[in-house]
């Protein structure tokens, strides 16, 4: 169980409770309880893993603990991530672009992009939201 909750980026922070193991889940963040369910993942160790907005809902700390989590769990086995977000999704190895419930685009982020179609229009409208020429700035 500690092996599985330092996989899942949540060990350091379930020790610094009150009870460590022993707490009661109602003491944990939204984020820190998608981290515990990340951290059954890797106990029950399933070779397909479907995850529907694992992000949804969490500041940009936790949707990062979550993100660094979920790249810990991809390994060697099938993660099936359902996403508006596109943080989640750039790295995957084949990217489905849906629009009304019908696929419209399929492939990789670079090739999507590339397509100048649906995805492009998903990744520059985000990226514009985002401001990513100041955040790119900013962070030189």
Do not use: W
Not at 11 to 18: G, K, R, S
Not at 55 to 69: C, F, G, P, R, Y
Not at 130 to 136: A, C, F, H, R, S
Request: charged share 20%; proline share 3%.
């Amino acid at each position: 169980m500690i092996e599985a909750s330092k996989k899942a980026y949540i060990h350091d922070q379930i020790i610094a409770l009150p009870n460590g193991y022993q707490s009661l889940a109602h003491l944990l963040s939204g984020g820190q309880q998608q981290r515990i369910a990340i951290a059954r993942l890797f106990l029950k160790n399933p070779p397909i893993i479907i995850l529907d907005e694992p992000t949804a809902s969490l500041d940009a700390v936790a949707t990062e603990q979550i993100k660094n989590s979920l790249d810990a769990i991809k390994k060697d086995r099938a993660v099936i991530i359902i996403s508006h977000s596109i943080s989640q999704i750039i790295d995957a190895s084949n990217i489905v672009v849906l629009e009304k419930g019908r696929c419209v685009e399929t492939g990789t982020h670079e090739s999507l992009y590339e397509l100048k179609g649906a995805y492009y229009q998903i990744f520059t409208a985000m990226a514009n939201s985002l401001n990513i020429e100041k955040i790119t700035q900013t962070r030189e």
